[in-house]
């Protein structure tokens, strides 16, 4: 663990004379939209329609409520996790978070790095700006997220050089499988895929480059809407799991489950865990905020299983919160994407640092040693 | 079917570089009180006194949520309705508003002719500025709303008018024998109807007419007074809906129902359907959200019974919710007047094809494949 | 029945090209502060402390919700009440509000005068401006409100004098043995009282004048200090109702209880009825909203007792949930005191006539024939 | 008892012809904000994290509501409390803030004077900034706050001292084992005690004094960087409380207990009493309202124990619910601190004459004549 204990960053800002960052989530968004031209903020910071979801998901936080335990004894914490094989010093990863070539030059390598320097693991996202190779050179490989394309040929290529890459699990988002209906976005067309962002998967996909007339590089346009066009996949089914798990040895975890009978399918289709997630309130407007859907996947699933949540985290308290109500860790998307527009590797350094500082403070406070203190009981019913 | 799907839709608006109409409901009801004069705009958009009960209509949507569910395999989706022989390629129609004329110069004709470009089924309002005959000549014709007024000649001739004019069911509005005590209206005194608006159906009819010393092109204050005067019924009770039934043969649809005792009424007196509804909180002021009615209703009258609902569906996923809640379908109204306001024809279509697209993204993301999988485990409890 | 029925009113507003008056009671609120001088605004408007309890009046009508019945033949409709032998045409009394010089000069004879015009019963404050006789010269005699001063020979000449005028009956205020504290009259020490002024009672009476040395009208100050200083009256207990009893043969009616308890001890001690009510919010801050307390209450008493209501009636829908819960009349403050600020009697006239207007336009469209039909069953659970 | 009566206080303000201070907390707080410099007042009116503790303390009293009781004969209140041997003429104390030097440069000298003048309590933080020894000459002496610094000898003194100069308990702050996260500070790196703020205890404490190699008089950022040092104690468990009840003789009350299990756990382990608070929001940010935990930690430790409350009380009706809710007393903090702010110790005198005035105002109109007389009927379920 590279990161600085709770109370050793906090006086650290306190003798240097004050942060040198933003520091609520609300400034680091502020900032961020400062430094981004309007499309690029709006498409990490909108969600689908009329964004209710993800309102529901920062009001589900709001409403629940920590009971602190006193004199437990919190001088030692470890807050580390270590889910399906992956070690963390913080129960929280980075969310694969695509196309962050829109909102930072450097935008996955920074990240990456950010990852390397903390020692907080990255899910890189299918639709990243970097290939995944040089995501895992710049450090210990970490997660790899699948959007499965519904060419089948590409989707196990990238899933074979993930594994070959040394990525330690396949991410498979299960919300996306087309996007969703996003009125910022639609309103000025911002789609920045079409001009070749976020697609250096297919870009450096052996598979995919064999099917492409023109290389990317000569005609940009054409490879990216064949890219885009192997996207949508709504086909989908449960029973389509036993293929993909078939090619490869990672074990598999599905993102974007929002229900208890789901999460229990997942199980039974050979996932090793399952992500909590309405994709932050970016695909089904009107969707069950996550932390609430947590209640019922941990309930249904029962103990044993592995259960992460994304969705509205924020703060330090919600990463507790989430962790009491079920999950074995939980993962960050927007807020390192705004620490990254505002400050590149250095930004999301320092979104992670707080982050977890936040989190330890309030765990010494709240009574909690470990992520096993973090129990039911220390939220409010 | 002649909407398009909600994928190709998204993908249209995003090659084209944005959109080309508003987006959400709030941009087009903005855009239409810039293009109305504040009269016609508040009469459209306001309603009954303190306006609580269009608050809760919309608080009533915003509280439900959806719990998508993943890997049904939603490729193909059909999201068409048919409610008493009436079909729709999505499970929303128009609803019946009156008196459109001050909103459009096109009027009811550019609703009925995009209701035939879409497919999408117009519901006619009785108050309409256009008469029933020239709105079915538009296309094929679809079902017509009664104010059943107190002169029984002119409710009979109507009614077969709309029969011969080959509309297919009469509902029949119990929430509005007489007017709501609307503030805005009332604050400024518009009733367009007094200046010979909206009385199509009247300045058409023979009875009605007949009746006239002057006929309405010579005095045409006079003849709306006369037209007007007929509109209060509050006399009415269930029992009088057999001499209504012996009137024609078409379905009887009952539009306004709040409570489930009425709806068993209804059905015991003949009604084939009902629209769950309170006129967009436009009568009773304080009246329940319809959507908390819904749930009700179809609690009362079970699986079987034919039951719509409108007031405070705005987006794809009001529609959803509602069809989770029991709606076989819903009516949509304020939404396609602000659209009629915006562009006319063009403006109705826009808001029918982006609610059908919305509605289709946000059904293949959540795992509804036809109306029928929209059950009540879509929404939490 | 002097009033005109809700149709009439809402025709000749249409007809008129307008309302004459304001009609929301927000509107009349707003403009009664244009009117007004500050200090005299706030008096009426302002509460007890953080007036909490005056926005949770305002909230509990909010959340309960009509559920209207349809086609109950509502044409003829008679809202008129009989509480305790006084009639009125419709289920709402003027509430006694004092001091009603500072808002207009004409005070509670124009209140009283409009109450003559329009048939609905005034409750005379004993705080009024003008005598309990000069009021009762202007019509009809009604109800006179009792503050219960600690000098005993001075109440019991009122409430002689109150019944010699023909007033029907002692509505006795419980819950302002002292003045609540109230942060905006304290801010500028606003206590008309100190004046002089709501003082008719007192420098009208033969027992009080007897012991005066100087009458008011050569030291003011002195005269209304003298008064004042029988307003506290803490002491008082269940058991002091007997010796009140033994004053008067008129029926004694309790106003200003909040929970059931308190409603039997009334009844027990010899009360013939009950007034719901938090004084408006200005008594106790925090106190629980006159609605909610009206459901407890009438469920301790049961059907029998007589049950009247006051604190955040605004507008026909509110009156309607009031009978529906319970009460068997209500009584309005503050919007006739508006009324009277913006336009004398022919402004608590014109409340008067919009607030009844409104009720029967509603009472009409939610199947409200006479308020025996309001029964619980018309508001959800 | 010093504190004049609420309808004393009352009568007092208007025959002044308007209140001489502020008047509602948030007037309060608004002074002192523009009396303060920036970084002191947020210091004050600041909490941890996104405040959404803070938040839901003052939601919890505005949710909870009164029930008076009527004629209950309140002519005669006593509201006084004894707690431990403590009187009070009022249910409230003065809670322990630390470093008023920063809020005004009389600091707690202004309040211990206020406090002898009005008879309220005070309970001198640790981290004040006068010597425990000059606040006790002030007057009769209170209780002690102590943080338990991690140096065992020091706290030893402490403790010593403070028995030693008259104080009647010690209580032990459990939450702030280290500071919060706190927003506000960090931002600008404000923390008062670098500069040898609020570190009066140290600086006047033979053995802190002891450990110095140069007195804090010739170097006080050396001896203030180590007496902070000392702040830290997260180890601390329940077993250590018998080493400090063998330090002294005085009763021993913790302060900080959000749950029923912590508060039993307090008593098994020798605390005299409990303070149910959450640090007024500052420590665990999403910690549960106080008032709620209040609730909680009453029913757990039935109606023997002693349990205080602090966090969220600013009004009179807040310190009523917190007594109907179980509280034996409350501690109000930074209304008073506001006071000093905008007016020293004749501004404490002020909010404490105005929340004890209010409160009986309250109490008289509310049918309390004692304390014992708020009983959890008082409150609605």
Redesign the interface.
Known sequence: MTLDS??LV?TA???????EWP??SEEWEERARAALEPGAFDYVAGGA??E?TMR?NLEA??R?????????????RDLSVEVLGLRSPVPFLLAPVGVLSIVHPDAELAVARAAAATGVPLVLSSAASTSLEDVAAVGPPRWYQLYWYSNREIAASLVKRAEQAGYGAIVLT????????R?R???????PF?QGEGLAQFFSDPVFLAGLDTPPGEDVATASIQALATF???????D??AWLREQTSLPLV?K????GD?AR?ALEHGAAGIVVS?HGGR???????AL??LVEVREEVGDGAVVLMDSGV?????V??ALALGADAVLVGRPYAYGLAVGGQAGVEAVIAQLA??LD??C???GVRTVADADRSLV?P
């Open positions: 709770g109370p906090q800002i306190y003798i240097a004379g004050g942060a520091l609520a329609g009329a209710a529901a936080f709001e629940m409520r920590l009971r602190p335990r006193m004199l437990v004894g919190t001088a030692e299960l919300d996306t499988l087309m996007l969703g209906w009125d976005d639609l309103r000025r067309g911002y789609l079409l949508p996949n709504l086909g989908l089914t449960w389509d799991l599905v974007g489950v929002l229900r789901d399918l309405n695909q089904v407007d009107g969707a069950v905020a609430d859907a924020r703060r330090g308290a919600d507790l919160k500082a936040e403070v309030t010494a406070l709240a409010s």
